[in-house]
């Protein structure tokens, strides 16, 4: 059979999660082609982490949103057990405050029934309070969904192209797509900072620039995405009050409302706004004043005690790539042949992942007439780093005489060994990331994830990073840009 | 003809602020809480003195630095001749403390200020 | 698992830690000492400055110096010590029985102590925290992470640079970033007067030619791959920014010196009572917290601007512990609670007993000159030319003075004007 020469346009959780299930099959040969030096750095990097339940999808506005997302959140239940992809469930509660709020809340029940969402049902002040004793004293009622979940975004994008990767699949980094070459009305491949890159099935998976590459193929002119910046306030483990469930503000058409969550590494986190900028500010997370202002005064219509601003760990700032009408434009095109767009997937993107996958599938199968063939010996299977915080010191006592790099912990808050991290650098190298960035170990192991946000274990995790990828310690990239500009005496030589 | 000027002592962390008395030929000094503030004016309206710290490369050492200092103050202009000279210098480990690194720069010797130990394999 | 028995565990392999095992150790304790790192002597063996040692040693010795000469006396003394082990959590057993699991390169120890000295130090305030937003471009480092990477690595963090926040960490490393030939834009600090020693203004940024800024804040960073610049804006009295007074600083790095905090998680964990003020533990006058047998000594306990008064604590906590040890506690009798009077902001201990002498850490809350520092329940006064918040007050009060006040329910330390 001759193969399909599949490329990805970005490994963000669509791109990721399509390739994985593109590697099911003999039918395709799957390159992943990412602009950033590691994947998940887009969209998918700062968002609310959660798998919707999928009640607030309107299936008579957007009906395929409405699909996707719930196959996708029952999807996530197997696929967080295949990958090892930290992950809780703990539902969720839109929490209304007046009566309007209480009239736009319970039109989630119907939908909820509309969509098919088990266990949503409306919930008074007492039944509330039960729920979720961290709840603000303003609230006077909610709408519980029991099915909600919480993942770990850049996690699962690692993990979910870790075994793609394992089963086949190409990853190039640090590659930019430029441009959509076709012949004949075909696609033939990309051009790309690195070249040019052959190709029967382009698939533009590319978040927030995905508009840009659909014009390139000459597909869907009118089509724009405005980036929508979300702000989200991360506070540390250790505040008085953490809820146990997802708790939001009731939705308004234009937002998803504020949420208050307890991501799976413990942290409160809040958020997001939503600020709609101009259609080129495609790079701005710039975080503001006033967005956190505006994110801590409106927790306290959920929490009934939200932290002060000194309690706050990090401040940072997602793009939601909003199409038009709030539509997603997922579609595979006979002109040209081979040229498939998933584009503009906003929220509830991250929760329908696996099924936006499974649909493209399905959609290269139809229009494209591919005769699926499954993969002997596919691996559905992926583990995890090991790591020694959440373990019996019997166990971590085994782990280090395995491998005395498990008895250096490297990260005191985060509790992160040097085997760790050392692993991490592996796994990165194995799936073709080129730079190792201290960011992605970040995102890899949380070193530097927690209190001291890196000001104490940086030097030193720089440097297990120096040594193992032979770059002087000047050299290791943070994240864009070089740890140091040159050596203490650089200036004086004049040599930098 | 007097000028008064105001100074911070930096002979100790209790930081005195001096008010210096220059008047004609003689010095007042006003505000110290020990003998070596009245010291420390003179010296600082004469003549300002500074003792220079920095790092020189090391080599083959359990730390790829080592930390040096003028023994004595040295004049405030001197500073960037001082950090000149050690622009380009490099040691071997090992190196104890008080182990003379650059002779005679600016009157005073540039010491070592930490001890570099001779790592088990070459960094 | 190996299970080790000691008298005390020290954690934290720092000034106030490695003091705080030699004196336990002189004292007839039987010791453990235990650092993360890979070496001993915490934060001043990047200290390359001098300033170390002047009321301990009597000479004035450079950080690295400094602790050197400590090492060489708890190697001599034959104190066991630890580097590249970490404790994972302290467990409370019962009034002489803490247990610590500590993680080495060759496995895990289980350490029964009867008594603990924490001494894990401090960390630095980041961006973060004091309310820096904008772009997070890479170029951002904290005072300390910037001197770890020019004085122990060789590496030079940045070209152009401004610091945020005037304490002495930020004031050094404007010197070194000078001495090094990097521009140091400016120094931002929010508060009208600097937050560190007079001495470091005149050396660090005086003798350099530096602007410090005061009263001005840095609103935001801006940057994509790398900082490009920073914007400032002057605050009124309340410290809020002046709208229209924003201008913008170009600069390729931000060093953050805005403070340290008691890095005390593990005595978090444990329950122990915690001063807002100090952001360290609660303690009586042998530095023991609200923990029966766990003591507090350097900067965990809370931020020291001398070295010589961590060590000073180390060894205060060493004594305790064998007090504690020795009388299955500390002291009989009540204990009297010790109140912040006029312009004091904090004060450690926070509980005396009358028994004993005792050591008072305070700083206050505003500059003042010519002031009294007294404690005048026990007929103590100390004249002080000028006190400044960022310049520690120590006050050591005699055991006669302190019997004055057994049997009083509080005490009040306070600075009054002469």
């Known amino acids: 059979m001759s193969r399909l020469r599949v490329l990805v346009v970005g490994a963000g959780v669509v791109g990721a999660s399509l390739a994985r299930v593109l590697s099911r099959y003999e039918n395709f040969e799957v390159t992943l082609v990412e602009k950033e030096p590691d994947v998940g750095w887009g969209v998918s990097k700062a968002n609310t982490s959660i798998i919707h339940p999928c009640h607030e999808e309107d299936p008579s506005q957007h009906p395929l949103r409405a699909r996707l997302c719930l196959e996708g959140n029952r999807a996530w239940r197997r696929w967080v057990r295949e990958l090892d992809i930290p992950s809780t469930w703990p539902g969720e509660i839109i929490v209304y405050t007046t009566p309007e709020e209480e009239r736009e809340a319970l039109k989630y029940v119907k939908l909820a029934e509309a969509n098919g969402v088990e266990g949503v049902r409306a919930i008074d002040k007492n039944e509330l309070k039960t729920l979720e004793p961290s709840v603000s004293p303003e609230a006077v009622g909610g709408v519980y969904a029991p099915t909600a979940g919480l993942i770990s975004p850049f996690e699962a994008v690692v993990a979910i192209v870790e075994n793609a990767v394992d089963n086949g699949v190409r990853l190039l980094v640090e590659t930019e797509v430029l441009d959509v070459k076709t012949r004949g009305g075909r696609v033939v491949g990309v051009e790309t900072n690195r070249g040019f890159l052959e190709a029967d099935l382009v698939v533009n998976a590319a978040g927030l620039q995905a508009d840009s590459i659909s014009h390139k193929a000459g597909v869907e002119r009118d ?170 010191m019997e166990e971590v006592d085994e782990l280090v005489r395995s491998n005395p790099d498990y008895g250096e912990v490297v990260c005191y808050c985060k509790m992160v060994s040097k085997a760790e991290v050392l692993e991490a650098i592996e796994r990165m190298r194995k799936i073709g990331v080129k730079t190792i960035t201290l960011d992605g170990l970040k995102f890899r192991t949380y070193v530097g994830f927690g209190k001291c946000q890196g000001s104490f274990c940086r030097p030193r995790i720089a440097g297990i990073v120096s040594e193992a990828v032979g770059v002087p310690l000047k050299d290791v990239v943070v994240k864009k840009a070089a740890y140091g500009v040159g050596d203490v005496k650089s200036l004086w030589r004049g040599g930098v | 003809m007097t000028a008064v000027r105001e100074l911070v002592c930096i002979m100790c962390p209790a930081s005195c602020t001096l008010r210096v008395n220059v008047n004609g030929g003689g010095l007042r000094v006003e505000g110290n809480r020990c003998p070596r503030g009245v010291e420390y004016a003179r010296q600082e309206v004469v003549k300002p003195l500074r003792r220079v710290m920095s790092v020189v490369k090391a080599r083959n050492g359990d730390l790829p630095t080592l930390s040096v200092i003028t023994r004595d103050p040295v004049p405030k202009e001197c500073i960037w001749l001082v950090m000149e000279k050690l622009a380009s210098l490099e040691v071997e480990a090992p190196v104890e403390i008080g182990g003379v690194i650059l002779r005679d720069v600016c009157g005073t010797d540039i010491v070592a200020t930490r001890r570099v130990r001779r790592a088990a394999t070459s960094v | 698992m190996r299970l080790l028995d000691y008298d005390v565990l020290v954690i934290g392999g720092g000034p106030a830690g490695i003091a705080a095992a030699v004196k336990a150790s002189e004292l007839g304790l039987k010791t453990l000492l235990v650092e993360n790192r890979e070496r001993l002597g915490g934060i001043p063996l990047q200290c390359i400055h001098p300033g170390f040692g002047l009321h301990y040693f009597h000479e004035d010795l450079t950080g690295g110096e400094f602790v050197e000469r400590l090492i060489g006396r708890l190697e001599r003394a034959g104190v066991e010590y630890l580097v590249r082990a970490y404790v994972s959590g302290i467990k409370y057993n019962s009034r002489l029985e803490k247990v610590a699991d500590v993680i080495t390169r060759s496995g895990v120890m289980r350490v029964r102590a009867r008594a603990i000295i924490y001494a894990a130090g401090a960390r630095e305030r980041h961006l973060f925290e004091i309310g820096v937003y ?285």
């Open chain 1, 223 to 392: 089509f724009y995405i405005t980036p929508r910046k979300g702000q989200y306030v991360l506070f540390d483990e250790d505040v008085p009050v953490k809820p146990g469930k997802i708790l939001h503000t009731t939705p308004t058409p234009k937002t998803k409302g504020l949420y208050a969550i307890v991501t799976v590494h413990g942290n409160l986190m809040l958020g997001p706004t939503a600020e709609d900028l101009p259609r080129d500010a495609r790079e701005d997370f710039s975080t503001t004043a006033e967005g956190v202002d505006s994110i801590l005064r409106e927790a306290r219509r959920l929490l009934r005690e939200v932290p002060g601003r000194d309690r706050i760990i990090r401040v940072f700032a997602g793009l939601r790539p909003e199409p038009p009408g709030g539509a997603w434009l997922i579609k595979a095109y006979q002109e040209p042949w081979g040229f498939v767009n998933a584009a503009g997937i906003r929220s509830p993107g991250l929760t329908a992942a696996p099924a936006i996958a499974e649909y493209i599938l399905s959609l290269i199968s139809r229009e494209y007439d591919v005769k699926l063939v499954e993969k002997k010996g596919w691996r559905p299977f992926r583990r995890g780093i090991t790591r020694i915080k959440g373990r019996s």
């Open chain 3, 134 to 418: 904008g772009d997070r471009p890479d170029g951002v480092y904290t005072a300390g992470e910037a001197q770890t990477l020019m004085d122990l690595y060789g590496v030079l963090p940045g070209r152009e640079v401004v610091i945020v926040g005037s304490g002495d960490v930020g004031l050094i490393m404007a010197r070194r970033f000078a001495l090094e030939k990097a521009v140091v834009r400016a120094v931002v600090e929010i508060l009208p007067y600097p937050g560190g020693l007079m001495r470091n203004v005149q050396q660090c940024l005086r003798d350099f030619n530096i602007p410090l800024l005061l009263g001005h804040t840095v609103l935001r960073v801006v940057g994509r791959r790398r900082v490009e610049k920073v914007v400032v804006a002057r605050v009124d009295e309340s410290l809020k920014p002046v709208p229209g007074s924003e201008f913008e600083i170009p600069c390729d790095t931000v060093i953050v010196a805005a403070g340290l905090r008691p890095y005390i998680e593990p005595l978090l964990a444990m329950g122990v009572e915690v001063d807002e003020s100090t952001r360290g533990p609660v303690v009586n006058e042998l530095l023991e917290t609200s923990v029966p047998g766990v003591f507090a000594a350097g900067n965990a306990l809370l931020i020291n601007d001398l070295v010589d008064y961590a060590v000073e604590q180390g060894e205060l906590a060493a004594e305790g512990a064998r007090v504690f040890i020795e009388n299955k506690g500390v002291t009989g009798g009540r204990w009297v609670r010790v109140e912040k009077g006029r312009n004091i902001r904090l004060v450690v201990p926070h509980y005396v007993s009358g028994e004993r002498s005792v050591v008072f850490y305070a700083r206050v809350q505003k500059p003042e000159s010519d002031v009294f520092f007294e404690v005048p329940e026990a007929g103590f006064r100390l004249f002080n030319y000028g006190v400044r918040p960022p310049e520690m007050i120590r006050a050591f009060i005699r055991e006669d003075k302190m019997r004055a006040l057994a049997g009083r329910g509080s005490i009040t330390v306070r600075v009054v004007p002469r």
